[in-house]
């Protein structure tokens, strides 16, 4: 919870004092930390028994994020970097080095880092589940998940920085969905179907 509010909080620059004492008090509902920072971000909650999960839209991210100093600058270097070396290097120095950005096809059937003046933009999905209550002997006895994107097209330094980090969504459990029955595909559901669009359509 309280790195959902940190990164909600960063799009807005630096931090009030509620804010701050909201991150503190770390509230045990996402309407909390909603109500509390007053962005009117529009969320859409998804029925996910046993409570509900409320998904913050790619879109509503994305252009905040790319309204940030430098970011278009940074996704356009890093598509040139790729196409200026259409052979990949074999010894892999930087993340545009790596084979995927010349195998990866947009849906026009071109590669997809040449957009022309379009951005390009690639991104790192991560999903883990983590016990919020610590553990006992027995081991975790409730998993907490969150999902988290981080922006390839940026440097490293600038990569991790919150207000760069889009969270979609958490889930409180108590259970780590199952692996075998594809039980997590059901909560990025939401999350899938905008980056789809957006990978078909763009965002604009």
Same mark, same amino acid.
């Given at each position: 919870?309280?790195?959902?509010?940190?990164?909600? #909080?960063?799009?807005?620059?630096?931090?009030?004092?509620?804010? &701050?004492?909201?991150?503190?008090?770390? @509230?045990?509902?996402? &309407?909390?930390?909603?109500?509390?920072?007053?962005?009117?971000?529009?969320?859409?909650?998804?029925?996910? %028994?046993?409570?509900?999960? &409320?998904?913050?839209?790619?879109?509503?991210?994305?252009?905040?994020?790319? #309204?940030? @100093?430098?970011?278009?600058?940074?996704?356009?270097?890093? %598509?040139?970097?790729?196409?200026?070396?259409? &052979?990949?290097?074999?010894?892999?120095?930087?993340?545009?080095?790596?084979?995927?950005?010349?195998?990866?096809?947009?849906?026009?059937?071109?590669?997809?880092?040449?957009?022309?003046?379009?951005?390009?933009?690639?991104?790192?999905?991560?999903?883990?589940?983590?016990?919020?209550?610590?553990?006992?002997?027995?081991?975790?006895?409730?998993?907490?998940?969150?999902?988290?994107?981080? %922006?390839?097209?940026? @440097?490293?330094?600038?990569?991790?920085?919150?207000?760069?980090?889009?969270?979609?969504?958490?889930?409180?459990? @108590?259970?780590?969905?199952?692996?075998?029955?594809?039980?997590? #595909?059901?909560?990025?559901?939401?999350?899938?179907?905008?980056?789809?669009? #957006?990978?078909?359509?763009?965002?604009?």
């Amino acid at each position: 919870m309280k790195l959902y509010g940190s990164a909600v #909080a960063a799009l807005g620059g630096q931090s009030t004092l509620l804010q &701050e004492r909201a991150l503190d008090a770390i @509230p045990a509902q996402v &309407e909390t930390v909603e109500n509390r920072f007053d962005l009117g971000i529009e969320t859409t909650t998804y029925a996910v %028994c046993p409570a509900s999960y &409320e998904y913050y839209p790619f879109p509503q991210w994305f252009a905040q994020f790319v #309204a940030q @100093p430098g970011v278009q600058q940074y996704a356009k270097r890093f %598509c040139d970097e790729v196409h200026d070396s259409p &052979e990949p290097p074999a010894d892999k120095v930087h993340t545009w080095d790596g084979d995927i950005y010349r195998m990866l096809l947009g849906p026009d059937g071109k590669l997809f880092v040449d957009g022309g003046e379009e951005g390009r933009f690639f991104f790192l999905l991560h999903v883990d589940f983590f016990s919020s209550e610590g553990t006992t002997g027995r081991g975790k006895y409730r998993s907490t998940g969150i999902a988290s994107m981080r %922006c390839l097209n940026l @440097p490293l330094h600038l990569r991790d920085d919150i207000r760069n980090v889009y969270i979609p969504g958490f889930w409180l459990g @108590p259970k780590e969905p199952s692996s075998p029955d594809a039980q997590l #595909a059901h909560l990025l559901q939401p999350l899938i179907s905008d980056l789809e669009t #957006a990978y078909t359509r763009g965002i604009r």
